[in-house]
């Protein structure tokens, strides 16, 4: 089933949590799950059937001196069922390495938050066509440290960095040759987990361009922005994953 994210990253208030929960709790979407990561705030606030509820980040630690981090049981006592690491947001304004992503992928999974694991290229590195290596990369850091087996309780999330936040969304073809790379990649270890694993495409989607981007083989969802700031947009990008 196809998997839709709205990540609000610092935006948001309590009238948008109500907003959405009366919004998605008017509209029944079947065979399409939905996912809203508000900032930590907020979600507490955030309580619906209609949809799953995330965080934008966790601490790699389990607890104790670290100021202003949040752990991932922290997050499973509020509700978290996912949690984004390794956002390119959070790679460039925090310094988030390959290995900190790494273990905080281990410290959800520890804790049964599916991690939706945020790879992408920089402009220079599309640029370089060296691409393929930079996701390649990103993922064997957290394989070598979780194993290939924990991907069957993990969610990839391609987002290539120039199309985020930059209205410069990937063609469905330039998004539908990475997701597929990174199946095949996932594939060379254990073909079971990686045909069953769910790569969503994030990068400036709106309900105008989902249903393309959406259609391509080995894109199984979207990781959404901007757009969900706007529920009945991300209403519609959610009814756009619709098969
Ligand atoms: C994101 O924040 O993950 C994202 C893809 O943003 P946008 O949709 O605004 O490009």
Redesign the pocket.
Known sequence: MPLVAG?W?MNGDVELAEKMQQTFGATSIENVDILICPPFPYLSSLSSDSFAKGAQNLSQFAKGAHTGEVSATMLAEVGCQYVLIG?SERRQDNGESDDVVALKVQAALENKIIPVLCVGETEAIRESGDFLKCIAAQLDKVIALVGITQFAHMVVAY?PVW????GKTASPEQAQEVHKFIRQHLAGLNSEVAQGLRILY????KAANAKELFSQPDIDGG?????SLDPQEFLNICLAAKS
């Open positions: 990540n990253k956002h987002e199309a985020i936040g930059t994030g990068g400036s989607v990781l959404i922005g901007g757009a």
